[in-house]
């Protein structure tokens, strides 16, 4: 039995030692040819497998008002998603998930067994809901965990949660209409959100993850903040004080005339600048579902409607800016009844006789305007009216801008059409281009393109666009606005048709309007439209606010109606912009010899001065006249002794040379130096703090090279 | 006998052996751990769960080998048809209902208490010494047919169609292998044996092209990418994970096959897994460690001090070596694949158990080695 194996059976293992050996290099060299020789193939065929692409959602830009407020913002928010051909108990599912989701069992079975890869079960979640199906699935899980199921993916899981933005509008219904909407795919299909859904909408992108053989995730490199998907935000010129000023006056003029609705425009005549773009029934772009059609347009800007009176203001100043009259020209009103041949008749509300141009305008009389427009022609009425804008769009960043209508008055042989054209009848303009021909009368007789937006910037905040202000054209020579806006002022004071309609502290250049309504094919005999429009201060205005009330009920004319409206607005938007009213006393014409009498109300004026200056309303109407000046290269005179060189900023960015001696009073001796140094004017000053007194008083014609003498005060 | 054991015990057993064994085993748990995690955790919410397991048979597997290395070889003549006996036991136990636990159409498993075992991996070690038992005794006659050859055949035949019952073709595969190859060293006519492989053979493709899986296995197996998405699914992606591996691996933890792609990723495929993460240095190691334990096994054959001893250490020696060829054969898509798992490395207690004590019994032979150093 211990006898060893023979020589030939020790041969034999030996072969089998070598067989295994064969076979172990044959292995061996099998596992190199896998490895070294096709190893990047076969990583590649492995990484298309285990890599998978997935989408991620942009995120959409917020839109912010000048001040940074956030007008529109995109939150993140859970869809229930399910994936119906992995799902093999679809009743199941419908039964457990439908009082979660507070749907029928039935509709939710229907969804789940549609023959689509994929499918949304339920859009944007209740933050309830989304809890309630969170917990059920921790159910699920915790059931499955007792099954020991094992790694095949349940049908549980082929039902969850997709993390999707939506649209929110934290002011809620403001400036609703101007920012319009989105549907539930965050796409904008009404207003800024439509116009600028390309810069707001973001990018999606594609970001791989490695997923197991069920296709649940093991790694993702998806970032919670990414600006690489995220939108760009828009800068609108928009401020979401005054827009809630335009829009509570608004409803409150609204209501007390029981009027079918409303708009308000507000912004600076100087830069075409859109403060407030208000619009009765106000829409909440939250709900947006629950409003008409109609209620969702801005019709600000989509709509045309007759301007009525407003628009004689645009015939005057035409035919002052081509000499075809003078302000004090006179024209004969016919006491109310014009026969402008055949049969037709103009009437006035009021009968008149001889009025001067002024006062045409301060009364708005149909026959007087009718008379200028028939005075100045039709091929400069054409001209002149397509020059102001009216009958083309005017360009603003917006959907669905209407141009408007106007006859072509270079051929419209018929002197009815010239003379009903004078009081805005016949004619069509959107309250948009309404208002920008008003601003260009407040702005030295240049028209601005409107702006909106300001600017759109990226995620990180780096500038991607920008609206700067841009002129337009220049439709009135500089004097002939100047004059408007002296006869626009009259329609404010005693005898006008807005009388007493300037905000308390200002003055006001402003045009009355009471338009009939189209109804079918004939002027209505009871449905108005009441205007104002209104620049303030009247000179060097720095607010241009149009105002329109459609059907008012009890008194419809616009002096009435829309001028209140027009006064509260101006006089809360001023004081948000910085403009606060003069001393409602006389200006202090102050002689150095006079002072001692002088002193103590002069430093109280100091004060009121310097509180202006801690409130941190640093009026930015200087900063806006310098871009503007780029544009048009004009020179700006130093309107001295005007509200708007009061209010309107600071010293040093009035440039060129001094006509008449500045008001110095509450400057520091720098400043007031800096201002007479640009006037060319030597000066002696005395004492130290600010100006109270000075020599020659503020308004006083000066050459140059002319003496004047400052005394200051320290503070109280 | 008792001449042998007296006279020239050799002073120690082989500590190379031994060390080649206790680092692959050592190496199969780390791998068992890398590779099942990740399922583990899925399916039993514990991801350590295959782990404990390995280890626990790790443990008693090293204490059946130090008993094995204790245990004078010769004892197992005695006890041989014992073991023939248990086994066949075992074998019929996996068919009876609540004793054998079927996974996956398959009656391999033998529930005791909380344990399962695998008799057909302790069927493997009484055949071997059952067959060393047969071969030492019959030496010269070993050449006649009704002598050297029929009975085992019979007796083989009967352990190797049980398993293949089960079924497990992987396991039959490798028993009817050991059987041949042992008869073909003990010194059985070439003709007999070429004979009954080819008949064999000849059975094997007319059952192959008979039943549709097997058919379809096979073809899996000539074009894994032509069939990459059903048959040939588990191939392409042990493939796909051999190749990613390239040199070095893709590091430790990396492997994307483990994350469900790659079935039996912790047993039959963990070369698969390991490859992936560790790349052919990787691999090579672990081939060079089968080397070790595989040249060793035949220096014991031929030194051994008997002819029981000689072909025990040969059949013990082709069950790991021959088992590990067939593994990686399979796994690297050159052979078909079978139910086959890698000695030492792939999870499966029974096995792990059956190996080491094995190696244990190699051991207590080099010990009887009569010169040193060996």
Redesign the interface.
């Known amino acids: 039995m211990s006898v060893k194996i023979s020589k030939w059976a020790r041969v034999r293992v030996v072969l089998v030692g070598l067989g295994l050996l064969v076979g172990a290099l044959v292995v061996c060299g099998r596992f190199l040819q896998l490895q070294l020789v096709q190893g990047e193939e076969l990583r590649e065929r492995a990484e298309q497998e285990v890599w998978k692409s997935f989408p991620v959602q942009p995120v959409r830009g917020t839109i912010l008002d000048c001040k940074g407020m956030e007008l529109a913002v995109s939150t993140g928010v859970q869809s229930v998603v399910a994936h119906p051909p992995h799902i093999t108990n679809p009743g199941y599912l419908s039964r457990e998930l439908a009082p979660i989701l507070g749907m029928e069992a039935e509709e939710l079975m229907k969804t789940l067994t549609r023959a689509r890869p994929f499918v949304y079960v339920q859009r944007h979640l209740t933050p309830e809901k989304e809890e309630a199906f969170r917990a059920w699935q921790a159910r699920q899980e915790e059931r499955r965990r007792k099954k020991l199921a094992g790694g095949k993916r349940s049908d549980e899981e082929w039902i969850y949660l997709l993390p999707e933005g939506r649209r929110l509008y934290p002011q809620q219904s403001l400036a609703g209409v101007v920012l319009g909407f989105c549907n539930i795919d965050e796409h904008g299909i009404e207003g800024l959100e439509h116009q600028f859904d390309t810069y707001l909408y973001g990018r999606g992108k594609k970001v791989v993850k490695l997923v197991d053989a069920q296709r649940r995730i093991v790694i993702n490199e998806e970032k919670a903040w990414d600006p690489e998907v995220m939108g760009h935000n828009l800068v609108l010129s928009l401020d979401h004080t005054i827009q809630y000023i335009a829009e509570k006056e608004l409803e409150r003029g609204v209501s007390r005339w029981q009027a079918a609705g409303g708009m308000v425009l507000v912004g600076r005549p100087r830069t075409g600048e859109i403060l407030a773009m208000a619009q009765y029934p106000f829409i909440d772009p939250n709900h947006y579902q629950e409003y008409r059609e109609d209620q969702r347009r801005n019709r600000i800007i989509t709509d045309a409607m007759e301007p009525g009176s407003t628009f004689k203001v645009f015939i005057a100043a035409a035919a002052l800016d081509a000499h075809v009259v003078k302000p004090t020209d006179r024209f004969h009103c016919e006491n109310g009844v014009y026969h402008l041949g055949g049969k037709e008749v103009i009437h006035d509300c009021h009968p008149y006789g001889v009025l001067t141009v002024q006062q045409i305008i301060q009364k708005s009389s149909n026959i007087g305007a009718a008379k200028i427009a028939g005075k100045l022609g039709g091929a400069r009425l054409d001209y002149y009216l397509r020059a102001f804008g009216f009958g083309s769009p005017t360009g603003i960043l917006f959907p669905g801008e209407s141009a408007g209508f106007l006859k072509n008055f270079q051929k419209v042989r018929s002197p009815l059409d010239r003379a009903t054209c004078a009081f805005g009848q016949g004619v069509s303009v959107t309250p948009l281009q309404l208002w920008m021909a008003l601003s260009a009368i407040g702005n030295r007789g240049i028209l601005m393109e409107p702006r909106l937006v300001k600017e759109v910037v990226d995620a990180n905040g780096r500038k991607v666009k920008e609206y700067p202000p841009r002129v337009k054209r220049r439709v009135l020579s500089e004097a002939t606005a100047s004059q408007m806006l002296a006869i626009m002022e009259m329609v404010t004071r005693e005898g006008g048709t807005a009388r007493g309609m300037a905000p308390p502290g200002f003055t006001a250049a402003g045009k009355t309007g009471t338009a009939q309504k189209l109804v079918g094919r004939a002027y209505s005999h009871n449905k108005f439209n009441s205007l104002f429009m209104g620049l303030t201060p009247a000179q060097g205005p720095v607010l241009a606010i149009l105002v329109i009330i459609d059907e008012p009920k009890g008194a419809v004319y616009g002096g009435v109606v829309a001028a209140p409206i027009f006064r509260e607005i101006a006089a809360q938007t001023l004081r948000v912009l910085g403009y606060y009213p003069e001393n409602p006393n006389p200006p202090v014409l102050a002689n150095l010899s006079a002072l001692p009498a002088q002193v103590g109300r002069q430093a109280e004026e100091g004060e009121v001065k310097e509180k202006k200056g801690d409130a941190g309303c640093k009026p930015e109407g200087a900063g806006n006249r310098g871009s503007l000046l780029q544009g048009e290269s004009l020179q700006v005179e130093a309107a001295v002794g005007t509200a708007e060189h009061k209010t309107g900023g600071q010293w040093s960015m009035i440039k060129g040379e001094m006509k008449v001696m500045p008001d110095l009073r509450g400057l520091t001796i720098r400043e007031a130096l800096d201002v007479l140094h640009r006037a060319g004017l030597r000066c002696h000053f005395e004492g130290s703090g600010r100006a109270v007194a000075q020599e020659p008083v503020p308004g006083q014609p000066l050459g140059r090279g002319g003496y004047c003498a400052v005394r200051f005060e320290a503070q109280r | 006998?008792t001449?042998?054991t007296e006279a020239g015990k050799s002073v120690h057993s082989d500590y190379i052996l031994l060390a080649g064994a206790v680092t692959l085993a050592t190496l199969g748990m780390a791998m068992v751990f890398i590779s099942s995690t990740?399922?583990a955790q899925?399916?039993?919410?514990d991801p350590y769960f295959f782990v404990k397991r390995q280890g626990l048979y790790f443990l008693v597997g090293l204490a059946a080998m130090f008993m094995g290395q204790g245990v004078d070889y010769h004892l197992y003549k005695r006890g041989v048809y014992y073991f023939l006996l248990l086994s066949l036991i075992g074998l019929v136990l996996v068919f009876v209902p609540g004793i054998g636990a079927k996974v996956r159409g398959a009656a391999r498993w033998v529930k005791l208490g909380p344990l399962t075992l695998q008799p057909s991996e302790f069927t493997k070690l009484a055949i071997v010494i059952f067959m060393a038992y047969s071969l030492?005794?019959k030496?010269e006659k070993m050449k006649y047919f009704a002598i050297g050859f029929l009975p085992h055949l019979l007796v083989a035949g009967v352990f190797i169609c049980l398993v293949g019952l089960e079924p497990d073709f992987g396991a039959a595969l490798t028993l009817g292998a050991i059987t041949f190859?042992m008869l073909?060293?003990?010194?059985t006519r070439l003709t007999y044996i070429i004979l009954a492989v080819s008949g064999g053979g000849f059975m094997a493709v007319v059952m192959v092209l008979r039943d549709p899986k097997k058919f379809s296995r096979v073809l899996s197996f000539l074009d894994p990418w032509k069939y990459g998405q059903d048959v040939g699914y588990q191939l392409r992606q042990s493939?796909?994970?051999?190749?990613?591996?390239?040199?070095w691996g893709l590091g430790p933890g990396n492997s994307?096959?483990k994350?469900?792609?790659l079935p039996d990723a912790h047993t039959d495929f963990i070369l698969s897994v390991f490859?992936e993460e560790m790349?052919?240095l990787g691999?090579?190691l672990v081939?060079a460690l089968?080397?070790v334990l595989?040249?060793r096994g035949?220096i014991l054959?031929?030194r051994?001090?008997?002819?029981?001893g000689?072909?025990l250490a040969?059949g013990l020696t082709?069950l790991i070596?021959?088992q590990a060829?067939i593994n990686?054969?399979v796994v690297?898509?050159?052979l078909p694949t079978k139910g086959l798992s890698l000695p030492f490395l792939s999870y499966g207690g029974s096995s792990l158990l059956a190996n080491l004590l094995a190696v244990g019994i190699l051991l207590n032979i080099s010990k009887q080695v009569r010169k040193p150093g060996l």
């Open positions: 006998m001449m042998a990740v399922m899925s399916q039993y919410q030492a005794r030496q190859i073909f060293v003990g010194g493939l796909q994970a051999i190749g990613s591996g390239g040199l994307r096959a994350l469900f792609y490859s790349g052919f691999v090579f081939m089968f080397a595989v040249y035949i054959g031929l051994a001090p008997d002819a029981f000689s072909y040969l082709l070596g021959l060829v990686m054969g690297s898509g050159i």
